[in-house]
């Protein structure tokens, strides 16, 4: 043992628990060492206190009653934190308790993904002409179910549990919304040139009677089912995701009938972005000049992101399913344009034969009114002649105001941040209908811009 | 090493520490009543494990009788004699109150201690020598029993204000 070591039996010799080799050592390197010396002359004060066997006593028991006061003590735990085993203890404690936080949002995320129907149904669109039933998509209602039905078919799958409760209240909603759709009917009806059309036009709709309550429809359930095409499916993809795009996840369908907490919880990092930049954003818009405050204040209450759907229906097919595929040409005087939104607004629909500049289908004059009111989900049908390349339907909260070159611009650039969707559903009678949701991601945008090329024979 | 040897180097360790802590005439007169005491009362002890203990317990008692009778002397604060009281042979107060302080302050510290190092403490207190508290804390080594117990004295001897009087 070296000297540096022999210090360590200096606790030793005070307490007077030395073994004989080690007083020997020790003893034999005090003598050589003046400082080992002095230190052992030093520890003779603690050495005499520690023999008097009262004190002894009175230490001893010290010792434990502080041992076991301590281990009451909460400052114990403190201790026990401190030591090395007990922080390994606490950080794996930690490490796991957020590894099963982890995977419960992943495990989550995926059970909400693989309830949605955007790949599902782009899949089926593509693959097969009559797109067999997917089995990821029990949540996922048809195509022609009202919304309601849809979101109370997506609770009752979330939430097991509360089915006879929402099952209940989605019923009521449908009804409700039913005799709203009737009162809208009555308020704002169609055009005559497409009241005068509507006996002898197909119907697209793949629902069921018993789904569709409102008078209008039922008026066209009676026309024979046939098969509706969307004009150029293959150039736009299911999902569509131009710039702008919050997140791969978000569905157009989904957004379109308004599945706002879903949309909001995926929006949240966008929301916040663009919270930033949003007094700049208004500095600018007041330099501008524009008087789009008390708009702004409007769609500012407005959470639901604006949204069309629209399809293309053939006429002539009556009673055969049309296996034609989406980039078959679509034949003069027997198209229609179906185009329904989710919220009310007005809508105006252009035509561009390449020749030309863009001009107003609809409405039939350009004078006032230059725009149509258009109630939310409630269908639309507006005859196309096939000489057009393409269609244009631009939709929006506020009317239209008369069309300028401004809109011409405003037409080629506003379909950024428009999510676009395709979908297929087997009607009752085996029809086959292909739509296209549109749906702009920023709720904050009052005007939809969609553009629709028509492939030529 | 036999007694005289023992002696000799004891000698010249004895009066290198008490020059340390005192004036080095006082310091001498120190060395000399050690060994004086050692060679009159303690003839027969021979070994270097008794003897260099013993060596140290005379020179503690003489250099604290040497502080009384500085005091008495009034050494210190150069007070007459007549004033102050006959000495007792037993513990004057003064040094039960010293030693009641010392055990107070020694108290304090252990109970600042961590658990180690009290239940070390313990084990000592209880007369274990350090190869049986290696076996009672479950060491294979027993540098770990003289590692913990050097830091465990240093650490107490810090919280006893860095000196254990």
Request: charged share 25%.
């Amino acid at each position: 043992m070296s000297e540096h070591d022999l210090e360590k039996l200096l606790g030793g010799f005070a307490a007077d628990t030395l073994t004989p080799a080690e007083k020997q050592q020790l003893y034999s390197a005090a003598l050589q060492d003046q400082e080992l010396f002095n230190s052992l002359a030093d520890e003779q004060a603690l050495k005499e206190l520690l023999a008097d066997p009262v004190v002894r006593r009175r230490l001893l028991h010290a010792v434990q009653e502080t041992g076991s006061t301590i281990d009451r003590d909460p400052a114990s735990w403190l201790n026990w934190f401190r030591r090395p085993a007990g922080l390994a203890w606490a950080g794996g404690l930690a490490a796991a308790v957020f590894a099963v936080v982890l995977g419960t949002n992943v495990y989550r995320e995926s059970l909400r993904q693989a309830g949605r129907s955007v790949a599902i149904e782009e899949e089926s669109a593509r693959t097969a002409p009559t797109p067999a039933p997917s089995e990821p998509q029990p949540a996922s209602p048809p195509i022609g179910e009202p919304r309601l039905k849809a979101q109370a078919n997506r609770k009752l799958a979330d939430a097991p549990g509360k089915e006879a409760h929402t099952a209940k209240k989605a019923k009521q909603e449908t009804e409700m919304t039913a005799k709203s759709n009737e009162g809208h009917a009555t308020t704002y009806p169609e055009p005559d040139v497409l009241r005068e059309r509507s006996p002898s036009t197909p119907r697209i709709f793949a629902q069921s009677k018993e789904d569709v309550p409102d008078s209008a429809d039922q008026e066209r359930a009676s026309v024979p089912l046939t098969s509706a095409l969307v004009p150029a499916p293959a150039n736009i993809p299911a999902t569509a995701a131009p710039t702008g795009q919050v997140g791969s996840a978000l569905s157009a369908r989904s957004l379109f009938y308004g599945d706002t907490e879903e949309f909001t919880s995926e929006l949240m990092i966008a929301e916040q972005e663009r919270s930033r930049s949003a007094k700049q954003f208004e500095r600018l818009e007041q330099k501008k000049g524009l008087s789009r405050a008390s708009q702004t204040g409007n769609l500012a209450g407005s959470t639901k992101p604006l949204g069309i759907r629209y399809s293309l229906v053939i006429h002539g097919m009556e009673g055969t399913h049309d296996e034609r595929d989406a980039r078959a040409p679509i034949q003069a005087d027997s198209t229609d344009l179906m185009i329904e939104a989710n919220q009310d607004g007005f809508f105006q629909v252009w035509g561009d034969d390449g020749a030309l500049q863009p001009h107003l289908l609809f409405p039939l004059t350009e004078q006032d009114p230059v725009s149509s009111r258009l109630i939310a989900y409630q269908l639309r049908r507006i005859p196309i002649l096939a000489v057009y390349h393409t269609i244009t339907i631009r939709f929006s909260r506020m009317p239209f105001g008369t069309f300028s070159s401004k809109d011409l611009v405003e037409m080629n650039r506003s379909q950024l941040g428009q999510l676009q969707e395709s979908s297929t559903a087997t009607g009752a009678s085996g029809s086959q209908e292909l739509a296209i949701y549109v749906v702009n991601q920023d709720p904050s945008v009052g005007m939809l811009v969609v553009r629709i090329p028509i492939h030529q024979p | 090493m036999d007694r005289e040897q023992i002696l000799t180097t004891l000698r010249e360790r004895i009066l290198a520490f008490a020059t340390s802590r005192v004036s080095r005439d006082r310091a001498e007169d120190l060395t000399q009543d050690v060994l004086t005491v050692l060679h009159d009362k303690y003839p027969t002890v021979r070994e270097l494990t008794e003897l260099v203990p013993l060596a140290f317990q005379v020179l503690r008692y003489k250099m604290l009788d040497a502080h009384r009778k500085a005091l008495r002397r009034g050494e210190y604060n150069q007070e007459s004699i007549e004033e102050l009281p006959l000495a007792d042979t037993g513990n004057d107060p003064v040094t039960q109150l010293d030693q009641k302080q010392r055990v107070d302050r020694l108290l304090a510290a252990i109970a600042q201690l961590g658990e180690r190092c009290r239940e070390l403490f313990r084990w000592k207190l209880e007369g274990k020598s350090f190869p049986e508290i290696q076996k009672l804390m479950n060491q294979t080594s027993i540098n770990t029993i003289y590692t913990w117990d050097l830091r465990c004295r240093k650490q107490l001897l810090a919280f006893m204000g860095g000196s254990w009087k």
